[in-house]
């Protein structure tokens, strides 16, 4: 109750204090409001810098060592002599290959199954929930735990999948093996697709759809005329992010050939570097081509985007 | 849509039903194989002719499976709260705040968004022997912190900006005090933000393999994913098709539990962040 006499005085001085140095430019709120802004973002700044920032570095840094971690006394700068000896293995060309294709196909019959599913998502009347639900159990499942389920498919004498086609062994062969893991990918990539691109849907107004097709245009038409052009913004977002998820393929590939069979993606042979062969320098140094690869995904998306790129204050609206 | 003819109602119901059949199978197949006895395993038909617990039953028994669930959950749990934290301060500066270098930050988030996981692998593996992090629980956490926080940031700043903050000063204009007004006004409008968010991130850090087989040797920070790997070889002399499709089942109930009660939510989240970006 001793508190209501001083409150007000106690309030005013602060107010007055400040009034004392008017600053030209930049009013005393806005000054305090970016003081509170940099506390704010400082802490998820520091992670995120700390976390990915300065480990690149230090890659940048170990991709121009001699450094084995079996050799611990031969530990020498050697320059890019690292950066020729990699881009002059036929394995990493393979595996860049083997990368670009699983993204190729992967993501160009995940963006047409998308699509379907968007249209499935969004015209359905019955069971709309349901469809929802579980089209969300392949995005959520853990990677590993649906790519063992495809292993164990396509097992001879075990799978329902290797009875089915004959008793084949798909995994023991190149090509068929790359199908395989590229059928895991959509499984599970698919509903994510199909999502994004349905957010972009119902973007699209039922009415100008209705008119077009009073004006005589076909279903197909209206598509690619009214919706496709609406929605390239979504798909062009959806693209990004599946593609460059894809180039970083990983776990399918692991749990379903360990890349053996010429199925070694960039980071399958990249982690078989440090961990098999523990080498530090090379290792590093596909690491730093595979994030150069991925720079140069994202900026030719992002200049195709053009104004629309997500966190610019253009596409928001 | 309610000028749909009957026969188009029974095409899209047909696409709904192919849809379900198609989304299922392989999780079925995993219900299945997880039932079979050992000397069943052979026999490739969908499901089994017998059905056995002995599955379940040998792995929520072993050490080997139990002690990276317990990892699982606690690396997700503590991750996940950290991230939303650090990213619901960052994403109210986001929708809320002016101030400069807010692009050089979203810039920030979307270029970690995109970062290819391996290339952290290498020189993270040398910095967390060297700092003592590696096959800890804060080995995983951390790099899974900084993972979260572009997807919450994004999904965060793209639901606070939805939230009507001129009822914050409404509220205090009726007399409330700041802090009523956020307890009582603010908090509920966002935490159905903060809760999308936080599902997307523990899914993220469940579902991590990557960095879990890289940053951890034993069982005592190994995740159930990166444990699974390790099921073959030792003393079993069974083929250890059985207990990983068990131990798959076992790591897939949260997720269908997740996806049953908030379904609606995860399509928001999701879309919001990626779309309205």
Redesign the interface.
């Known amino acids: 109750m001793s508190t209501t006499v001083p409150a007000t005085g106690t309030t005013a001085t602060p107010a007055h204090a400040k009034r004392r140095k008017p600053r030209p430019q930049l009013s005393e709120g ?1 000054k305090q ?2 003081r ?3 506390w ?2 400082a ?3 520091l ?6 920032g ?3 570095f ?2 940048i840094y ?1 991709s121009l060592e001699r450094y084995n971690l079996e050799l611990p006394q031969d530990i020498k700068f050697i320059g890019f002599a690292n950066y020729a000896a990699v881009l002059s293995s036929p394995y990493w060309w393979q595996s860049l290959e083997v990368t670009v294709i699983i993204t190729v196909f992967s993501v160009g019959i995940t963006l047409v199954l998308g699509m ?2 968007a249209q ?1 998502l969004h ?5 709309r ?18 790519s ?3 292993q ?2 396509w097992t001879p ?4 999948l ?2 089915a086609f004959n008793n084949g062994a798909p995994l023991t062969s190149q090509v068929q093996a790359i199908a395989v893991i590229v059928l895991a990918e959509i ?1 599970k990539t698919t ?2 697709m199909g ?2 691109l ?3 849907l119902s973007l699209v107004p ?1 009415d100008l759809l209705r008119a077009a097709r009073v004006d005589g245009a076909s279903p197909w038409q209206a598509f690619t005329r009214i919706t496709l052009p609406l929605m390239k ?2 798909i062009l ?2 693209l990004l ?1 599946r593609t ?1 998820d894809s ?2 393929i ?2 399918n590939i ?2 379903l050939t360990s890349g053996n069979n010429g199925t070694a993606s ?2 399958t042979l ?2 078989d570097n ?2 098999n062969a523990l080498n ?1 320098g090379i ?2 140094t ?3 081509l ?2 150069i ?2 720079a140069i995904i ?1 900026v030719v998306f992002i200049l195709g985007f053009g104004t629309a790129a ?4 253009a ?2 609206r | 849509m309610a000028a749909l003819t009957g026969k188009q109602q029974t095409g899209w119901t047909a696409a709904n039903f192919v849809v379900i059949v198609l989304a299922l199978i392989p999780v079925a197949w995993l219900v299945s194989l997880s039932f079979k006895a050992p000397s069943a395993v052979t026999d490739p038909s969908f499901w089994p002719a017998q059905w056995t617990w002995g599955n379940y039953s040998g792995i929520l028994t072993s050490a080997q499976f139990l002690r990276p669930l317990v990892n699982s959950i606690g690396i997700g749990l503590i991750s996940t709260f950290i991230s939303v934290v650090l990213a619901s301060m960052a994403a109210y500066a986001v929708a809320r705040l002016s101030f400069p270098g807010k692009s050089v930050l979203i810039g920030l988030a979307l270029l970690i968004a995109m970062f290819p996981l391996i290339a952290l692998v290498t020189p993270m593996f040398t910095i967390e022997r060297s700092l003592g992090l590696f096959n800890t629980w804060f080995g995983l956490i951390i790099p899974y912190v900084a993972f979260g926080l572009p997807l919450g940031i994004y999904t965060l700043s793209a639901f606070f900006r939805e939230i009507p903050w001129e009822l914050e000063k409404a509220a205090k204009m009726d007399g409330a005090s700041p802090f009523q007004a956020f307890t009582l006004v603010i908090a509920p409008l966002a935490a159905p933000g903060m809760v999308t968010t936080a599902i997307l991130v523990f899914l993220a850090c469940w579902n991590d393999f990557l960095l879990a087989i890289s940053f951890t040797s034993t069982i005592s920070s190994r995740t159930a994913p990166a444990a699974m790997e390790y099921f073959s070889g030792g003393s079993v002399f069974t083929t250890p098709t059985g207990p990983i499709s068990a131990a798959a089942v076992v790591i897939t109930i949260p997720i269908i539990i997740f996806v049953l009660f908030f379904q609606r939510r995860i399509v928001a989240g999701l879309t919001s962040g990626a779309v309205k970006g």
């Open positions: 806005a409001e970016r509170l802004a940099f704010l973002v802490p998820a700044v992670v995120m810098i700390a976390v990915t300065y480990p690149l230090y890659a170990l379907l599913l499935v015209r359905t009347v019955f069971f929930g349901t469809v929802r639900t579980v089209s969300l159990i392949p995005y959520g499942i853990v990677t590993v735990a649906a063992y389920s495809w164990f498919a004498s075990e799978g329902y290797s009875a499984w509903p994510f999502l994004l349905l957010a972009g039922d913004p979504a977002v959806a992010f460059l180039f970083r990983f776990d692991f749990i960039v980071s990249g982690y440090l961990f530090l290792g590093s596909i690491a730093i595979i994030f690869c991925v994202a997500p966190g610019t204050d596409g928001k």
